[in-house]
């Protein structure tokens, strides 16, 4: 098994998604005909530079998990182009990058710890079990789990061949990262990877990432619903509502100049620690609307503040703030036809 | 805040005397609460905080004795003058709902799904108040109002699966609030909502809360939904509690290194770059129970002396107390 290698050099992004798009459709009546369709994904577009970790924050349904799946291609992309490095994706090998190739350079690691593993295998074969598929020998493949394991913190001599159910929740994360790192990725995809821990062990994880990372030289694209979680380990973050990207930019222009008003609405909504400075007032009212039918024009102007005629007529387009900070607000837009558009926003966080 | 201040009233809402849960099974025991002793005045909210495992969840179903009958429950529960555990079934059901409401967190779970939204709550009214079925529907329909349902008196035919997650939790609010509780227990009820959401149930919770002058026990494992809703914090950890206070000192700086690493572990602020300080270790097996400080294991401060037996609660003044050699009484 030869090691993934750049191909690109730094500038080229590692990964470049456009329009990517995934509909399910709903069966139902007598017939079982599709009665309706839920726009998980629609028409996502932007890019992974290497080295990076992206965060993709978002309400439930809003399609993060459902991005996420298909930048692993556990789903296919109804509509959109994914090219890894500079090659397209799922593509013959003459022509692109067959989908075993590029799974060997992308890896997922999922929220439910104990689901995504084999409850049959101990996990040092658990861990094992890629590189021999991908030909390495039995020997070589589990020396390559033990090492891994101890690169999580999880000594082999002590734990390598326990069953998952005989360890913790913490540690059966630190084992699917190992997992995720077995075929040697450039890009790991984490799906909510510290939502079902405790706090004290979501901060062990989070180091363990950010060592790993810089150790195994990996690019991450991190998903979670935990705003200060995203902000801690992010360079940049994407905002995700209702299948649509909103806003996407550096971390620190995103949580200081939030420019759409649902990322402020997001940002808003983190409970405070301290009692002094307890909210009055919710962000937002109501939740989400339903993805099946999206709201025209701009999806978020049912639960926003400023909408008006404009927002229901047109589609926002992402207006560029500059530094690589994109948003979809009509607010954002000079000339967009929204009363405030182009004018700075206050930040009220 | 100002409720800590205040002196304690004569008689509490809630007090626990010395509680102790034990669940025994053929193949284990678990000694899942060990020696709780506390107190809620009327119209105070006290968070219990902790993580998984620490015994807060069965603390509060031990109040509304909903635990399963292998558990072993001793010690004293008293809600309005009241001893909790000598009621008869017949006084127990009067009680559940009557006096005592509780609210979960998968309203999905909590709510029956072959029952309207407005059903559910009518026949709480009902049950307790033996009122007509119109005037309870009358009563629930007020009640979707209260928790700010919006076109209440459509959704009063729904089905809990055509509400969406903020909708749901707002209904078993009220179902919860039908017979005008006196006190309230929430477990970790806003756990499961998105963001946007759950500040949304956080707030309407601390609006009915002072508007109904209700005691509230509020059991997350959230530092942020702490700090948005207590007056005071109750932290628990292998089954006991390890410090109480008033939230807005505790905040600032916990008395015991347990919080204290909690507090530090938790990403809140602008972190980037730093690496996270965190608990080593994981919290005991609770097989028996713990004859020394439980957190002594995992604490940077332990000393031979933490090992002497189980630290008494110090009272640090102020209404702060806690349960470590290390603070000095006040």
Do not use: W
Request: hydrophobic share 45%; glycine share 10%; proline share 7%.
């Amino acid at each position: 098994m030869e090691p993934n290698q750049d191909r690109g050099g730094p500038a080229q992004p590692l990964l470049a998604l456009r329009g990517l798009t995934k509909h399910f459709p709903i069966k139902g009546g007598l017939f079982g005909t599709t009665v309706a369709t839920v726009r998980a994904v629609d028409g996502v577009s932007f890019d992974v530079l290497k080295g990076e970790t992206l965060g993709i924050v978002g309400e439930s349904g809003c399609g993060k998990s459902t991005t996420a799946r298909l930048l692993v291609q556990l789903l296919g992309l109804d509509a959109g182009t994914m090219v890894f490095d500079g090659e397209a994706v799922g593509e013959p090998r003459a022509s692109g990058l067959a989908l075993r190739d590029y799974r060997r350079q992308v890896q997922m690691v999922f929220q439910d710890s104990y689901a995504s593993l084999n409850p049959r295998l101990p996990i040092e074969d658990s861990i094992a079990f890629a590189p021999k598929v991908h030909g390495l020998s039995e020997s070589e493949a589990n020396e390559r789990a033990r090492e891994l394991l101890a690169a999580v913190g999880l000594a082999p001599a002590q734990f390598a061949r326990r069953y998952p159910h005989e360890l913790s929740g913490g540690q059966r994360q630190r084992v699917n990262i190992a997992r995720a790192l077995a075929l040697q990725p450039r890009l790991v995809i984490l799906d909510e990877p510290v939502s079902a821990l405790d706090k004290s062990v979501e901060a062990q994880v989070l180091n363990l990432l950010v060592d790993l990372k810089q150790k195994f030289n990996l690019t991450f694209v991190f998903i979670s619903h935990d705003l200060n979680v995203v902000q801690f380990i992010s360079d940049r973050v994407l905002v995700m509502y209702l299948g649509e990207v909103v806003e996407i930019g550096p971390v620190d222009a995103i949580y200081d100049r939030p420019a759409h008003p649902y990322t402020r609405a997001l940002l808003a909504s983190r409970p405070s620690m301290d009692p002094a400075f307890r909210r009055t007032v919710p962000p937002l009212v109501g939740d989400p609307p339903n993805p099946v039918n999206p709201p025209s024009g701009c999806r978020f102007r049912t639960r926003c503040g400023f909408a008006e005629d404009v927002c229901a007529a047109k589609k926002p387009v992402a207006a560029d703030l500059g530094d690589g900070h994109l948003a979809a607000c009509h607010m954002a837009t000079p000339g967009s036809g929204h009363s405030k558009a182009g004018a700075i926003m206050e930040v009220a966080i | 805040m100002s409720a800590a201040l205040q002196m304690p009233p004569a008689a509490p809402l809630m007090k626990l005397t010395d509680l102790s849960v034990t669940f025994q099974t053929r193949d284990r025991t678990v000694h899942a609460v060990n020696g709780v002793n506390m107190e809620l005045a009327e119209g105070e909210v006290l968070c219990i905080l902790g993580e998984s495992g620490s015994g807060k969840s069965v603390t509060l179903r031990a109040l509304m004795r909903l635990l399963p009958k292998f558990a072993k429950v001793t010690g004293g529960i008293e809600v309005a003058g009241q001893n909790v555990l000598a009621m008869n079934d017949r006084r127990m059901a009067d009680f559940r709902g009557g006096e005592v409401a509780m609210i979960f967190q998968e309203p999905m779970t909590a709510l029956d799904p072959v029952f309207t939204v407005g059903r559910q709550i009518a026949e709480v009214v009902q049950r307790h108040e033996g009122a007509s079925r119109a005037t309870a529907m009358a009563r629930a329909l007020e009640l979707l109002e209260l928790v700010q349902i919006p076109s209440a008196k459509r959704r009063l035919d729904a089905y809990p699966h055509e509400l969406s997650g903020g909708l749901r939790q707002r209904a078993m609010i009220a179902v919860a609030l039908a017979c005008r509780p006196k006190l309230l227990l929430a477990d970790e009820p806003t756990t499961a909502l998105d963001a946007t959401v759950q500040i949304q149930v956080l707030l309407l919770l601390r609006e009915l809360q002072q508007r109904l002058g209700m005691g509230v026990i509020f059991v997350t494992h959230d530092l942020g939904v702490a700090g948005e809703i207590a007056d005071r914090v109750a932290v628990m950890y292998a089954g006991r509690v390890v410090e109480e206070g008033p939230v807005g000192p505790f905040m600032a700086g916990p008395l015991h290194p347990y919080p204290q690493g909690l507090l530090n572990s938790t990403v809140h602020g602008n972190m980037r770059g730093k690496v996270l300080t965190t608990i080593p270790g994981a919290p005991p097996s609770l097989s028996s129970v713990p004859t020394s400080c439980s957190f002594s294991p995992r604490c940077a401060l332990a000393e031979p002396a933490c090992e002497a037996g189980v630290p008494a609660m110090v009272e640090a003044g102020g209404g702060r107390r806690g349960r470590c050699i290390k603070i000095t009484a006040g």
